[in-house]
């Protein structure tokens, strides 16, 4: 994670804005995002929350797992001393768009109404565009109506939508069929493809913000299964056997916290049927472990949400991605 190195004056009382000190805040950080976010968490979020407080805590085998790629870098706003506001600010991937992402934005409950929150993205907007940004992007929950009309009074625009949604745990799943063998697996040389897909599934100003890049889908390899190994995970990956594919599953298990993660892509185009035969091939993996959480993000115009539905998914969360443009 890129450092911030916009140099921001220390309050002169112990009452305001000042840089993020990761090593000392996260412990802080943490607690307020816990109390912020915690009832929106599904099991990937529980999980990264796990993991900041792994390094908050100050284990060493954490900081030298974890440490670059949890620790948050930002804005925290204290109030006499006590952190009660936080912003997490980050460069944007791949680097060359040149463009910014904020995240957790979150005051705590006691301090909301007073501006904050207003405050902190003033300031990280400013850091941005001292660093000649092109743009900030965000994502905020769609039904989030306090949240959405801040960001959209600082000039912020929705360019798109995903659905989050989980299988619960135990639920009972209807009978599925067989794959059909339209599939084959996936290997890192496949990443442009993945890439291509994704591309056409979400908007172009929405990919920046998903931040849709070929190093998300280099599936396969050795070094990756021994790195999944090692993290205590499994995964596979199919791509339908075409051209050009309009339908591709990855489905990664979490066996040390028990949870099914599926991306599933479907050009626009397709509709149930190409839905039923992607979810099949990703139901095919699950083996024994269909009794754990399945999570899984989609567009919203996509097929999938109808048919996942109606399998007993339901819909956690929606995330609308909002963009700021500087220049």
């Known amino acids: 994670m890129a450092a911030i190195t916009i140099p921001v004056q220390t309050p002169a009382s112990d009452t305001g804005i000042r840089l993020m000190n990761p090593r000392h805040d996260l412990p802080a950080v943490v607690q307020l995002i816990e109390l912020g976010f915690g009832q929106e968490l599904d099991p990937v979020g529980w999980k990264m929350l796990e993991q900041l407080q792994r390094v908050a805590r100050g284990s060493v085998w954490a900081h030298l797992l974890l440490g670059n790629a949890v620790s948050p870098s930002g804005y925290v706003w204290t109030e006499r001393g006590e952190l009660v506001g936080n912003l997490s ?20 409950p006691d301090f909301r109404g007073r501006g904050i929150g207003r405050a902190l993205m003033k300031r990280a907007i400013e850091t941005t565009e001292a660093q000649d940004a092109r743009w900030v992007g965000l994502e905020v929950r769609a039904d989030n109506d306090v ?134 091939r990703a139901f095919s993996t699950l083996g024994h472990r269909r009794g754990w959480d399945v999570i899984t993000i989609v567009e919203e115009q996509s097929a999938l949400i109808p048919f996942l539905q109606t399998l007993g998914f339901q819909r956690h969360r929606v995330l609308l991605q909002m963009v700021l443009d500087l220049r």
């Open 89 to 108: 600010l980050r460069r944007a991937v791949p680097r060359w768009q040149e463009g910014w992402m904020i995240g957790n934005v979150v005051v705590h």
């Open 147 to 280: 949240a959405r009309g801040l960001y959209e009074a600082l000039g912020f625009r929705g360019v798109g939508q995903t659905w989050h949604l989980i299988h619960p745990p135990g639920a009972p799943w209807p009978t599925l069929p067989v794959p059909a063998p339209l599939w084959r697996p996936s290997n890192p040389v496949d990443a442009p493809l993945w890439s291509h897909l994704a591309g056409r599934i979400y908007g172009r100003r929405q990919r920046d913000i998903v931040e849709v890049r070929p190093s998300l889908y280099t599936f396969g390899g050795w070094e990756r299964k021994i790195d999944r190994w090692l993290r205590g995970q499994r995964e596979w990956a199919w791509l339908e056997d075409a051209e050009s594919p309009h339908c591709a599953v990855h489905v990664q298990t979490d066996k040390r916290h028990r949870f099914h993660n599926w991306d599933l892509l479907l050009h626009p185009e397709e509709g149930e049927a190409a839905a039923r035969e992607s979810v099949a």
